[in-house]
T-cell receptor
Framework: DAGITQSPRHKVTETGTPVTLRCHQTENHRYMYWYRQDPGHGLRLIHYSYGVKDTDKGEVSDGYSVSRSKTEDFLLTLESATSSQTSVYFC???????????FGPGTRLTVL | AQTVTQSQPEMSVQEAETVTLSCTYDTSESDYYLFWYKQPPSRQMILVIRQEAYKQQNATENRFSVNFQKAAKSFSLKISDSQLGDAAMYFCAYRRSNTGNQFYFGTGTSLTVIP
């Protein structure tokens, strides 16, 4: 257990509303990631962070922003949610001898 | 971007039998890491097994083993003595050894175990 929690676990929202997902870790890991999982696409990287206030874009970053003001928290924001952002969102950290990734429980987001 | 391909969207196996899940990847690097993750219906992602590219010996973890063919860029997962609890989505993943830990995932293989 890498001590990763995500909130909320489920959310239903309407098109055009802002949404923020939170990832919290308890073990002071430097690297944190946000992925989305969609059928037929596997997991695709949205944004990642390599330290407080240090973030970078991933493969599918359009429509998403992130912030990391504390080591333990990594926030993912959808400024104006669209139906194409309906997905399951996973947070992950890098840890271990080989910097393997450990995942949070996921957040299911539905945009109506 | 790196490409990881899992060509079998769905597989099935009889309980107690052996099944092999395929994964190929595209890279020009000589050193890298490969992983298999399992995602049961609970949705939790669980690391199953890992392999470092410069090691010739195939990794083994209990009933799970890999067939790593570096020249062919192939990294298949073999599950022996399949159990009902092995039913899950399996993802192959790649990480370069000299970058900021970014992973690239395949699209997954859904494994059904038939009692």
């Amino acid at each position: 257990d890498a001590g990763i929690t995500q909130s909320p676990r489920h959310k239903v929202t309407e098109t055009g509303t802002p949404v923020t997902l939170r990832c919290h870790q308890t073990e002071n890991h430097r690297y944190m990631y946000w992925y989305r999982q969609d059928p037929g696409h596997g997991l695709r990287l949205i944004h990642y962070s390599y330290g407080v206030k240090d973030t970078d874009k991933g493969e599918v970053s359009d429509g998403y922003s992130v912030s990391r003001s504390k080591t333990e928290d990594f926030l993912l924001t959808l400024e104006s949610a669209t139906s194409s952002q309906t997905s399951v969102y996973f947070c992950a950290i890098s840890a271990g001898t080989w910097n393997e990734q450990f995942f949070g429980p996921g957040t299911r987001l539905t945009v109506l | 971007a790196q490409t990881v391909t899992q060509s079998q969207p769905e597989m099935s196996v009889q309980e107690a039998e052996t099944v092999t899940l395929s994964c190929t990847y595209d890279t020009s690097e000589s050193d890298y890491y490969l992983f298999w993750y399992k995602q049961p219906p609970s949705r939790q992602m669980i690391l199953v097994i890992r392999q470092e590219a410069y090691k010739q010996q195939n990794a083994t973890e209990n009933r799970f083993s890999v067939n790593f063919q570096k020249a062919a860029k192939s990294f298949s997962l073999k599950i022996s003595d399949s159990q009902l609890g092995d039913a899950a989505m399996y993802f192959c993943a790649y990480r370069r050894s000299n970058t900021g830990n970014q992973f690239y995932f395949g699209t997954g293989t859904s494994l059904t175990v038939i009692p």
